[in-house]
């Protein structure tokens, strides 16, 4: 094999190639076995090691990436932010706030930031299009209301419409459809088709905007009585830098890149984009996006197909599922606009947490989150679930300055341990919302054990006790609990053994513990073991610490 | 009275820019250059709100909330980070922070922003 170059493009080849050829190498193999006597099981070996191959093979692609992206980030950053500082400037000095400015001074400030929101804009579109070429475009999806952002686009654009005496309407057959999408992204391409319809129609025509509901996707029309495009420049219509005919009075405008970005974005979403057109007559735009449904199927697709290759490997695959609790099941009317912009804001939050690129979070219904966590045991993804909801609790949900209460729930289902279909997943992580928690106390003070047993019976619980620590693991080992409440001084088995016990062993080392004691120093052994200071409670604290503790747990 | 909001940022275009923002809004803005300074301020004029940014020089957006949280008064104060996206994975480990901004921002989203936590 030939050794890689040093650029980063043909050092991608080259690992493209290695990945081509192992894959081959997999076909081949597993033909082969139908003509040769070689047993399953070496079969199987074979396999598992050239799986390990693809597996590094990956993980340098994965470094490329990161050098790609971290290029176009501290490029992106180096453009942006002076270009953001001036355009700052210019509005601050524009409103008056250093002082009053005359009429001159400021139609000298307007063009200024007209043209400096030009530069913008031609910068965000080759940061978009090396984004894009870099394979490092993604898409931020939610749920979005499609009539209202095009009822939006056109209101705002009738008044250039009207001041080039050009008939802008739109046609839509209901109040409301939502899609799976990224919104920035694809008022981007509504803006960039809408922008060209308006520089290539003259005086007196029209654009029309039409939607058109199909069994898997949307049809989106923009149609236009414009110049129109000649038949030879239509094949290179959606290139990079392509600007065609000018129209007398429109300068060369914008970067050429707005139909190869808008391509690229709505063929990231899975639908497709082209057009239609008469030199001299008009031209007509179309592109689709799939429905929710379609994009439901999909993903449900990739769930069981991560569920496959887990169980191939043999590694486990977490399944979070976070259930909106604040409203109905059928919330309407205001509330669903409410809802939807909850579950946006939630997506993002968990976007950011279950970062590896190959977590998957699907708003799934109008209350639910599907999270996947390949490769990650019980004991991290529970770890993850208190980092969202250390998130979420500091985070204020806010819509039209109304703050709005959140209430999410939190289910677990780990494959295959706890079932080994995407269906029994589910099934587990929503019997783990609704079902009674089960708290195990553990103190060899019985009138500890009554206390907090009453109180936290009361509150919903369901209590076991124990009164040592040999009882404790033997009532974790018939039914383990969702929480241990520990007792640090303890005859024969004190806390801390108990807890190391229950820690080295891979069955119970998942189960979150708080443990109690009467003294200060106790603390400092806590740490020194490994245990989090915040789950160590003095008993003398009262009910109320300790069900703050239990609550942020379960 | 008049809310009173830290900025904390190492570059001084952007602080200049966003205290002549805020203080068009009805807002008493100090500033601090890095975490260190950031840290002497919140204690001599007990801000209602912090607005901080990660890279500083001395002492950074990370190190200087774990300061910031040992102490009492200081652990109440909300605050708003200034980041680059691709720092977003990092922040959101971070604890003791509201929200954040992404740069370079729109005038108008820090402001709302900041609405949310304080008057």
Redesign the interface.
């Known amino acids: 094999m030939e050794t890689p170059q040093t650029t980063p493009n043909s050092q991608i080849g080259y690992l493209k190639k290695e990945n081509e050829q192992l894959k081959k190498e997999i076909e081949l193999l597993k033909e082969s076995s139908t003509d040769q006597q070689v047993s399953i099981e070496e079969k199987n070996q074979w396999i598992k090691t050239l799986y390990n191959e693809l597996e590094k093979k990956n993980k340098e692609l994965e470094k490329l990436d990161k050098l790609k ?2 290029f176009v ?1 501290s490029v ?2 180096g453009l ?2 002076p ?3 001036t355009l ?2 210019l ?2 000095v524009l ?1 008056s ?2 002082g009053p400015i005359n009429e001159k001074q400021k139609n000298i400030l307007l063009t200024a930031r007209q043209n400096l929101e030009q530069l913008n804009q031609v910068i965000g579109d080759l940061l978009d299009i090396s984004q894009i070429e870099a394979g490092q475009l993604d898409l931020r999806l939610g749920f979005v209301n499609v009539i209202k952002l095009f009822q939006n686009f056109i209101n705002s654009y009738q008044p250039i419409a009207i001041s080039k005496d050009i008939k802008l309407s739109i046609q839509i057959s209901q109040d409301s459809l939502y899609l799976y999408i990224d919104r920035d992204k694809i008022i981007k391409v509504i803006k960039n088709l809408l922008d060209n319809a308006l520089k290539f129609t003259k005086k007196g025509g029209s654009i029309h905007v039409a939607m058109h509901m199909r069994k898997n996707d949307v049809l989106f029309t923009f149609t236009d009585t414009g110049i129109g495009i000649a038949k030879e420049d239509m094949p290179r219509l959606f290139n990079k830098f392509q600007q065609l005919a000018r129209l007398e009075g429109v300068g060369l405008q914008g970067s050429g890149l707005g139909l190869t970005i808008s391509k690229a974005v709505i063929e990231l979403h899975g639908g497709e984009i082209w057009a239609e057109s008469q030199l001299g007559k008009g031209t007509s735009f179309y592109f689709t996006l799939p429905t929710y449904d379609t994009v439901k199927a999909t993903f449900e697709n990739q769930f069981d197909s991560i569920l496959k290759g887990a169980l191939f490997i043999g590694k486990p695959v977490s399944f979070i599922l976070l259930y909106l609790n604040s409203f109905g099941s059928q919330p309407t009317g205001n509330d669903e606009t409410i809802v939807m912009h909850t579950m946006n804001t939630m997506i993002s ?1 968990l976007n ?2 279950a ?1 590896h690129p190959e977590d998957k979070v699907f708003i799934y219904n109008m209350n639910s989150i599907y999270v996947i966590l390949p490769e990650t045991n019980k004991m991290d993804s529970m770890r993850l679930i208190g ?1 969202i909801k ?2 979420i609790k ?3 949900f ?1 819509f039209e ?1 109304k ?1 709005i209460k959140t209430d999410f729930k939190y289910g677990l289902a780990v494959f295959p341990l706890d079932a080994n279909d995407r269906a029994g997943l589910i099934k587990v992580a929503q019997e783990n919302i609704t079902r009674r928690k089960d708290i195990l106390l553990v103190d060899d003070d019985n009138q500890i054990i009554q206390y907090f047993e009453g109180m936290l019976t009361k509150m919903g619980f369901g209590v076991r006790s124990a009164y040592d620590g040999e009882q404790c693991l033997k009532l974790v080992e018939q039914h383990p609990p969702d929480l241990i409440i520990l007792d640090i001084i303890m005859p024969q088995m004190n806390g801390f053994e108990v807890y190391g016990r229950l820690q080295r062993n891979p069955k119970t080392t998942y189960i979150p513990v708080v443990m109690l004691t009467e003294h200060d120093v106790d603390l400092k052994d806590a740490e020194l073991i490994g245990l989090d200071v915040s789950s160590v409670m003095h008993k003398q604290d009262g009910f109320d610490k300790l069900l703050g503790i239990v609550k942020s747990f379960l | 009275m008049s809310s009173k909001i830290l900025i904390i940022d190492d ?1 001084l ?2 602080v200049s ?1 966003v205290k ?2 805020l203080e ?1 809004n009805n807002y008493t803005v100090i500033s601090a250059f890095n975490g260190l300074e950031g840290l002497e301020k919140v204690k001599n004029e007990k801000p209602d709100l912090i607005i901080l940014d990660i890279m500083m020089p001395k002492m950074d957006g990370f190190t200087f909330v774990q300061e910031l949280k040992k102490n009492s008064e200081g652990k109440k104060i909300p605050i708003i980070i200034l980041s ?3 720092k ?2 990092d ?3 971070m ?5 954040y901004v992404i ?3 729109v ?1 108008e989203m820090l402001l709302e922003r900041i ?3 304080i008057r």
């Open positions: 992206s971290d980030a992106s950053h942006r932010t270009l953001a500082v700052e400037g509005s601050i409103d706030i250093p939050i950011n947490i970062s980092r250390d998130a500091r985070r204020k806010v300055k703050e | 570059e275009d952007i820019m002549m923002r068009a680059v996206k691709d977003m994975q922040i959101f480990k604890e003791g922070v509201q929200d740069k370079p921002f005038a609405r949310k936590y």
